[in-house]
């Protein structure tokens, strides 16, 4: 991660949903964040608060006040935009990253989900993105010309074969981004997702098989596979005045991984040195 500020979120205010430990992808970002000027509040579910260590997360930013939300309860949204306000007064930015899977959790197959669970990945980890921004909307915690982004992974386009009902609830996900992006715009308030390489965090590492998909992608990527530390490079910029005209987007953070076919490193892996 870059050490050097530049300034970019100085006087801006925001909440990140998302940071567990620091591991996580929010955590980086809270950390970037801090570095570029905001002041912010970090979210996460009650439990998140026992087993992770954001408090120590909330001490390196600065004292950053900590809300507990579940992402998928509209009251406990409003609750938390009410207390951010109270902190901050208006906000100008909102980082979703947020993602939960029971059935990759607990290796149910594709073709056999459970439905109640499939229900929790599409609200936890897609619908929430719809509920943030509503309730905030509502709240009246957003300022003019804000940014929102939130976390999503190329299974929306593409199938992996372990991301089984991800996939889906991230396809939802950019969809919404471009549903509410537009409706946003009147505002100058820009939504985009960030598709990002694999990470080895704590919901990135429950997946079936991760190490390899994350050994794939890395002989696939032209740059190497994204760390959370250069994520958060990259949201900061989105964050920024610097990226006002970008809405609606799903930008792909990969180090070049989805514009790829084959590369030489992969096929001397998996077949030796070219013929
Ligand atoms: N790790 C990867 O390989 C990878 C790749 C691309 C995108 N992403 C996305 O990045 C985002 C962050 O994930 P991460 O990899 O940093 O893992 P992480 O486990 O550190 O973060 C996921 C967070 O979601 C929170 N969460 C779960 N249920 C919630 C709920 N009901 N309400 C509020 N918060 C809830 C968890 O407590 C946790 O803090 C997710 O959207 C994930 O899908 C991850």
């Known amino acids: 991660m870059s050490q050097k500020s530049h300034g970019l979120l100085q006087g801006k205010k925001g909440i990140i949903f998302g940071p ?3 591991k996580s992808i929010a955590w980086h970002i809270a950390l970037a964040a801090f570095r570029e000027g905001a002041q912010f509040a970090l979210s996460n579910v009650k439990v998140a608060f026992r087993l992770g260590t954001i408090a120590q997360l909330g001490k390196l930013c600065g004292d950053a006040p900590l809300v507990a939300c579940d992402a998928s309860s509209s009251e406990d949204i409003a609750t938390a935009f009410n207390e951010v306000k109270e902190k901050f007064g208006k906000i100008d930015f909102i980082v979703h990253s947020i993602g939960m899977s029971k059935n990759i959790r607990k290796d149910r197959p594709y073709d056999d989900l459970n439905y109640d669970w499939y229900h929790e990945t599409l609200d936890v980890s897609a619908m929430s993105l719809h509920r943030i921004v509503a309730g ?19 299974g929306a386009q593409r199938t992996f074969s372990s991301y089984s009902d991800m996939g889906d609830a991230k396809a939802l996900l950019e ?14 308030i820009r939504l985009n997702t960030v598709s990002q390489s694999p990470t080895k965090t704590t919901a990135g590492s429950g997946i079936e098989g991760f190490d390899a998909l994350y ?21 900061v910029t989105l964050l920024s005045d610097l990226t006002r ?14 514009t790829m076919g084959t590369s030489d490193r992969l096929l001397e892996a998996l077949y030796g040195q070219k013929q």
């Open 20 to 22: 567990l430990d620091d």
């Open 136 to 154: 905030a909307l509502k709240a009246e915690a957003l300022n003019d010309g804000g940014s929102i982004v939130a976390l999503s992974y190329i």
């Open 215 to 235: 050994d794939f992608a890395e002989k696939i990527s032209p740059l190497g596979n994204a760390t959370a530390e250069d994520c958060a490079d990259y949201v």
């Open 245 to 258: 005209k970008v809405t609606m987007q799903n930008l792909f953070h990969d180090g070049g991984f989805s």
């Open 175 to 188: 969809s919404i981004a471009r549903s509410f992006g537009y409706r946003l715009g009147q505002r100058g």
